[in-house]
């Protein structure tokens, strides 16, 4: 079972109840065997109870951010660490520990996309957890350089947000020239890695959503890519900012999300800067290793959390041991 829900949103279970079965149909067709295998293991092993946030209250003090009541529904992730990341951007931890969860409740439905295409719930869900579905089928989740270039520099989901964050990048007067060039093609960067996300769960969308009759047009599918190029005064440098158009222009719906998720052999920045070109080279020998929501929240209010966690494998290994050399002299004895 992959498409699976544990919240307690009555409507929403009843309906993934009444849609399950199809949708698990979809994944099966659309990742393979091999694929589906995989994010049964992956959904099994970090999907919980607590991976559901249910209340606005909640999702603010987990952020620690003042979301209104007007939030749509959200894909919530976690990377528990600080990536090293030296000054030409390249990664210098081996690990990652990152948790995924959601927001979803009758109201952040109500102000969601979803909502203008289906009167189902279940269809806001769909959304969130196909950007769940590609990030755990990936070797290493290429939203953690979204994560840690929008961390770094601001967030920028919109067009007016990234034109204001470049503007303040020039008026910064503590930054050289250099430093603003680069946090300029970061700011571009984290936006159009943020267009591609969307777009690409959205085409998924649509492949899951037509297996439970509900019609999910893409407006955007099969016109040509458009760039802004605007000037960065300060430095007479020029941007191109992604603005419309397909990103995946001339690929079918499939061949769109198996790039995706093998977007270390596909994916390509659209400027080359090599801070970007090392964050991503360094971003593809990381290993990543998911656990459940439930535990992010724990070790995150809790710093000694891993410290306690790691003593206690320790301990449980140590026992493990000592049963086995307990077994092995035994047998010893008994041959005697
Ligand atoms: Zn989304």
Same mark, same amino acid.
């Given at each position: 079972m992959v498409f699976v829900y544990h919240g307690h949103v009555p409507e929403l279970a009843k309906q993934v109840e009444e849609t399950q079965w199809r949708i698990n149909q979809r994944y099966l067709e659309i990742f393979g065997n091999e694929g589906y295998e995989k994010l049964e293991q992956a959904v099994n092993r970090i999907l919980t109870p607590e991976s559901y946030v249910e209340s606005i209250d909640d999702l603010k003090k987990i952020t620690g951010e003042d979301f209104p009541e007007t939030t749509p529904s959200k894909f919530l992730f976690a990377c528990l660490m600080d990536l090293k990341i030296d000054k030409d951007g390249r990664i210098g931890n081996k690990?990652?520990?990152l948790g995924c969860g959601f927001y979803i409740t009758e109201n952040s439905f109500n102000h969601s996309g979803s909502s203008h295409i289906?009167?189902?719930?279940?269809?806001s869900y769909i959304h969130e957890f196909d950007h769940f579905v590609p990030m755990v089928l990936q070797k290493t989740p290429l939203y953690l350089a979204h994560a840690y270039l929008t961390n770094n520099i601001g967030t920028a989901y919109k067009l007016e947000d990234l034109t204001e964050t470049i503007v303040k990048i020039g008026e910064d007067d503590a930054?050289?020239?250099?430093?603003?060039?680069?946090?300029?093609?970061?700011a571009s960067t984290a936006y159009a890695l943020f267009d591609v996300w969307e777009d690409s769960t959205r085409i998924l969308d649509k492949l899951v959503l037509e297996g439970i009759g509900i019609d999910a047009p893409l407006p955007f599918r099969g016109k040509k890519r458009e760039y802004l190029y605007g000037t960065f005064k300060p430095l007479d440098?020029?941007?191109?900012?992604?603005? *419309? *158009?397909d990103p995946f222009f001339g690929m079918s719906d499939l061949?769109?999300?198996?790039?995706v998720v093998n977007w270390e052999t596909y994916f390509r920045p659209a400027m080359n800067i090599s801070y970007v070109n090392n964050l991503y080279e360094t971003l593809k020998n990381l290993r990543p290793e998911y656990i459940p929501f439930g535990q992010v929240l724990k070790e995150s209010q809790d710093p000694n959390?891993?410290?306690k966690e790691r003593r206690k494998?320790?301990?449980?290994?140590?026992?493990?041991?000592?049963?086995?050399?307990?077994?092995?002299r035994k047998k010893k004895g008994g041959g005697k």
């Open positions: 690990n990652a520990r289906s009167d189902q719930i279940v269809a930054l050289s020239p250099d430093e603003k060039q680069l946090k300029v093609s970061l440098m020029i941007v191109a900012i992604p603005n *419309g *158009g061949e769109a999300v198996r790039r959390h891993v410290k494998e320790r301990k449980r290994m140590q026992k493990v041991a000592e049963e086995k050399l307990r077994e092995i």
